[in-house]
């Protein structure tokens, strides 16, 4: 079966860094996705991998290992304002998205 | 309109009754999707279309019927309203099939 397994909850302080760990097992892999939900709202797209190596943008990075099937999200100078679940999605061999159920980051003044 | 808007966002319904949720985009994005969310749960697929007058089956289609006439309009039919369908839905959109979806607000229905 498919499965996208990411940690259910993290806490962290405002101005720190964090890593959001997700590792994956899907029928073929095509990219995978990090987005952004803030609680009662939408997700919104914050990243995209399909190659190996770090991808940065900005104060967020990402990650990706396809030989370990892992990625994971950096976060940087945390605000109070990333406050919120974070979804990995991997796209299999049918481009569909796979989602993990999310890591909800709580930050601490 | 701006983006992909959904309707209603909040709706009770009795068991058995049939409910339609809407979504419209004026993105022109080819491919949308029907997603609903469960707490613990990942995000879904119900169905999706790649293009206007096709199409196809998610992960957990039963129950749930959808059309796609226009590019714009994508609605997700419940003929027969379940407790089990309580959750919150989202439309989403994207240019072809590229990964990256547009997400419209949400539509929390809730099955008594």
């Known amino acids: 079966g498919q499965n996208i397994d990411q940690p259910t909850e993290m806490t962290a302080t405002e101005g720190a860094i964090v890593q959001i760990n997700c590792t994956y097992q899907?029928?073929?892999?095509?990219?995978l996705f990090w987005y952004q939900q803030h609680a009662g709202e939408a997700p919104t797209f914050l990243s995209y991998?399909?190659l190996d190596g770090l991808e940065e943008k900005g104060r967020f990075s990402s990650f990706l290992s396809r030989s370990k099937g892992y990625s994971y999200l950096l976060l940087k100078e945390l605000q109070m304002k990333d406050s919120a679940s974070y979804l990995c999605?991997?796209?299999?061999?049918?481009?569909?998205?796979?989602w993990g159920a999310g890591t909800k980051l709580i930050i601490k003044p | 309109i701006a983006g992909i808007t959904q309707a209603p966002t909040s709706q009770i319904l009795a068991a058995g009754r049939r409910m339609t949720l809407r979504c419209t985009q004026d993105m022109r994005h080819n491919a949308m999707y029907w997603y609903r969310q469960d707490l613990g749960l990942g995000l879904r697929l119900i169905h999706y279309s790649n293009t206007a007058g096709t199409t196809g089956k998610g992960e957990v289609p039963d129950g749930y019927s959808v059309s796609r006439a226009n590019t714009d309009d994508f609605p997700l039919t419940l003929a027969s309203a379940v407790p089990s369908q309580t959750s919150v839905y989202f439309c989403?959109?994207?240019?072809?099939?590229?990964?990256?979806?547009?997400f419209g607000e949400g539509s929390r229905l809730t099955v008594l």
């Open positions: 989403a959109s994207s240019i072809e099939n590229t990964g990256e979806l547009f």
């Open positions: 999605a991997v796209r299999d061999s049918n481009y569909q998205l796979i």
């Open positions: 991998n399909v």
């Open positions: 899907t029928s073929g892999f095509n990219g």
